[in-house]
């Protein structure tokens, strides 16, 4: 039976050393995370066997297209994809692939308050944005996100405060279950947040274990409210960062591939480079 999944996709968090004084993911901040990447997690491979720190173009891509973006343009791109990386997710997408064989795919996280013309015009689009546009033609807007049908990047809506939304704040559990019920309408479901990565690079020790906490909050709510039976729920990266506060760059860790629910066994022993996610969930949607 295919199941439904969810892919939570958490921007630069790799795995990192037991310490919690480096990771915040350690020491009891995060447990229901910690627990995770320690029983039901594999470690990937984010490096692609390229020289150098991985970066978030080529990572990401490598994620959704399962291609070796970072071997395919001779370095880890950093950021958000040029014209060649954009070809490659236009062309290779998780998205596309699975709507060709049939199975209804979506990208949940809204965009707020911007038509579709201003959001091409202003914005740099990340990897994840450029493969729901190509896959879908739209987002998920803000008017989706009051509805509970479109999650905010940030899980609560806090950020969105001083953009001229007037509430409500939202608890991190309450947009898992906005995430969960978006989910259980297809066939796979991508969210991604990137806080983390934000965190790792700017933030202090305690800003990344305020990242932890509110994290782990949604992963609890995500944990209690899977039909394992029917749903898998993947949680990865693209590279490592938040995981070892010592440094403000991205890290050569491994990152979690953490699996939960059904099919997650058979996929833990497939995947060992993020290169395998999409060809691993592909294999899961004949
Ligand atoms: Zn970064």
Do not use: C
């Not at 969810?6 to 993911?25: E, H, K, R, S, T």
Request: aromatic share 6%; net charge negative; hydrophobic share 40%.
């Amino acid at each position: 039976m295919t199941p439904r999944t969810l892919l939570v996709f958490i921007d630069g968090f790799g795995i990192g050393p037991a310490d919690p004084d480096v990771n915040p993911f350690m020491g009891g901040t995060a447990p229901v995370l910690e627990a995770w990447i320690t029983q039901h997690a594999a470690p990937m491979e984010a490096t692609m066997g390229v020289p150098g720190l991985p970066q978030s173009a080529t990572g990401q891509t490598a994620l959704l297209t399962g291609l070796n973006a970072a071997e395919q343009l001779g370095s880890h791109v950093q950021g958000f994809p040029g014209p060649e990386l954009t070809v490659l997710i236009r062309e290779h997408n998780l998205y596309d692939r699975l709507q060709a064989r049939g199975y209804r795919a979506t990208f949940a996280n809204a965009y707020y308050l911007e038509s579709m013309p201003d959001l091409l015009a202003r914005r740099r689009p990340s990897v994840t944005t450029v493969a729901a546009l190509k896959a879908f033609g739209t987002v998920r807007d803000g008017a989706a996100m009051r509805a509970g049908r479109a999650v905010y990047h940030d899980l609560t809506r806090q950020a969105l405060l001083e953009r001229g939304y007037e509430g409500p704040v939202i608890a991190p559990e309450e947009a898992a279950r906005h995430l969960l019920g978006i989910a259980r309408e297809h066939d796979f479901t991508l969210f991604e947040y990137f806080e983390s990565d934000l965190a790792g690079h700017r933030g202090t020790l305690e800003d990344a274990r305020a990242v932890a906490r509110k994290l782990d909050r949604f992963a609890a709510e995500l944990e209690r409210g899977l039909d394992p039976e029917r749903e898998l729920l993947v949680v990865t990266s693209d590279h490592g960062n938040m995981e070892d506060m010592s440094s403000r760059q991205h890290t050569a860790n491994p990152v979690p591939f953490i699996a939960l629910g059904s099919g997650s066994e058979r996929l833990l022993q497939t995947v060992r480079s993020i290169t395998d996610v999409t060809p691993a969930l592909l294999d899961l949607y004949p």
